[in-house]
């Protein structure tokens, strides 16, 4: 698998670094002053022990892609590889660092020091990849585990089978009136709220909460970074619901605690179009990660929307839950490689110079089609017929829009979203393209604090070729500052990755429709790109 590749390109790297480093260390022993020996492992790491240790820490760094959207519960134990090593280096039976109950003399005798450092970050970095490995072999899998929340809902088990002719609900029998009137009970010390994503001071909050305790990847190296206005469009379309904005405060405080989000959407699955709603934003405090909060948000805001006769839901998250309809994947088109190789969201390839790496992904200055031109408000009702006309022809799942959503979410904002169209002589739109702006905080860099990525969002060609129209989209996110265009496998966009060079990421998407069953599908089938 590449995954396994990956693994043995690093390990031998590693091996080659230390073979290096025991060639050039003299045979004979050295006298070093105990106080200049490393004492932990961000010693190793910052510079403060030998240049060789050092050059082997940035041959083996490994390279991250950002998961997406939230996942169940989060993971706020979860150490660094930095953090593990240091607590590895202090343990008193490693007999490479002395420890304050070990009596030593102040001048010590070591030899071959480097070396010693290097195998021990040698075996360190092994386990952490072999681990690394396992989480990537069982992302995207349906793993049969208890779900103790998620078998208590209206969705499919994992081993369950569906044939092709059945498309509907699980549970069509409940009304509005066997419904909750009440919220939920919540832990003593907390209360529900509703968020105002039109008030500063609210969405403020909100951008707050997030931003410090959304979505990291798997080596806690970034973090997704929704900008106040990103939050404001995403939260806002025609028809919104403030009541569906759902928050948790602190009662002593009345500090911001939690949230979980829907918007109104009519979603077609196969045959079938249905007022869904759309969930996203489920975040927790890392501080209460304990409390199991994320099922009772995910109760109440499903209690709020059935209070409106709605009972289905569209959703996506990074693991396996009861059951996806569809299983996707990101991949990776760098656009800025020097720096995504110095945050570590990618490697330099193998036997590959930066400046080559530079050459070989360099784009046009300008578009190559002269008539792509910024999407404005007299081409809504053109945007809104051409995406009507695909999604019908060319997916499963989908989003019916209406004409005032298509002017909501696809009219260009800055550092929000970008679309661009091709017209006819007669001003018919014949071609779209857009993404959307999603940067993410970089976590422990000294050089850079941010990582400006975009993603792909929803693209017809018509009069030009589907290659032609995303590579003219590659050179737009590239002018408008990004680092990065990111990209699921859905509707045509995998028939494009090879010749436009993005790389396979190891971030999964599944998609999910609460209360309704019906059959899987290939990523070339789903129409729809959640925020």
Not at 288 to 297: I, S, W
Not at 356 to 384: C, F, W
Request: contains cysteine.
């Amino acid at each position: 698998s590449e995954a396994q590749d990956d693994l043995r390109q690093i390990m031998d790297q590693v091996d080659r670094a230390i073979s290096k480093v025991q060639s050039q260390t003299s045979p004979t022993t050295t006298t070093t002053d105990a106080s200049s020996l490393p004492t932990t492992a961000n010693g190793l790491y910052s510079g403060s022990s030998s240049s060789s240790s050092n050059n082997v820490r940035n041959v083996v760094g490994s390279s991250s892609s950002l998961k997406t959207h939230a996942e169940e519960g989060g993971n706020s134990e979860k150490k660094s590889a930095v953090e593990t090593t240091e607590t590895s280096l202090k343990g008193p039976s490693d007999g490479l660092i002395p420890t304050a109950e070990v009596s030593v003399s102040p001048v010590v005798e070591v030899k071959k020091t480097d070396a010693e450092v290097i195998q021990f970050l040698h075996d360190q970095e092994i386990k952490k990849q072999r681990e690394k490995l396992a989480r990537l072999q069982l992302k995207g899998q349906e793993i049969e585990k208890e779900h103790k929340f998620w078998n208590t809902q209206p969705v499919l088990g994992i081993k369950d089978s569906v044939s092709e002719d059945v498309n509907g609900p699980i549970n069509s029998s409940v009304t509005v009136a066997d419904v909750k009137p009440e919220p939920y009970n919540m832990p003593t010390g907390f209360a529900w709220c509703s968020l105002d994503v039109t008030d500063p001071n609210q969405i403020l909050e909100m951008y707050n909460l997030l931003n410090e305790n959304y979505v990291e990847d798997d080596d806690c190296m970034f973090r997704f970074d929704y900008s106040i206005p990103f939050l404001q469009w995403a939260l806002s379309p025609p028809g919104f619901i403030r009541d569906w904005h759902v928050g948790v405060r602190n009662v002593k405080n009345n500090a911001l605690m939690g949230c979980i989000t829907a918007v109104p959407v009519h979603v077609r699955v196969h045959d079938k179009t249905e007022r869904m709603a759309e969930i996203n934003f489920l975040c927790v405090h890392k501080k209460l990660r304990t409390k199991r909060l994320a099922p009772v948000l995910i109760k109440e805001i499903t209690r709020r929307v059935n209070l409106l006769d709605i009972w289905q839901a569209v959703y996506t998250a990074g693991v396996v839950l009861p059951k996806p309809v569809a299983k996707c994947r990101y991949h990776h088109r760098n656009l800025n490689p020097k720096k995504l190789v110095e945050v570590k969201f990618t490697s330099l390839p193998p036997k590959m110079t930066m400046a080559n790496l530079i050459k070989s992904l360099k784009l046009p200055a300008t578009p190559s089609q002269k008539s792509l031109r910024v999407m404005g408000p007299e081409d809504v009702v053109g945007v809104h017929l051409l995406l009507k006309e695909y999604l019908e022809a060319k997916t499963k799942l989908c989003q019916v829009f209406s004409v005032e959503e298509v002017a909501h979410i696809f009219l260009p904002r800055h550092s929000v979203v970008n679309s661009y169209v091709i017209a006819d002589g007669n001003g018919v739109v014949t071609d779209f393209c857009s993404f959307y702006h999603l940067p993410s905080t970089v976590i422990g860099n000294k050089t850079h604090s941010k990582l400006h990525a975009v993603y792909c969002y929803y693209n017809v060609a018509k009069s030009v070729s589907f290659a032609e129209l995303m590579k003219d989209l590659l050179v737009a996110a590239r002018n408008e500052g990004a680092d990065v265009v990111n990209a699921l496998d859905v509707m045509e966009n995998e028939s494009v990755f090879k010749e436009l060079q993005f790389g396979q990421g190891d971030g999964f998407l599944q998609y999910y429709v609460y209360n309704w069953k019906c059959a899987a599908m290939e990523p070339s089938a789903v129409g729809l790109v959640l925020l």
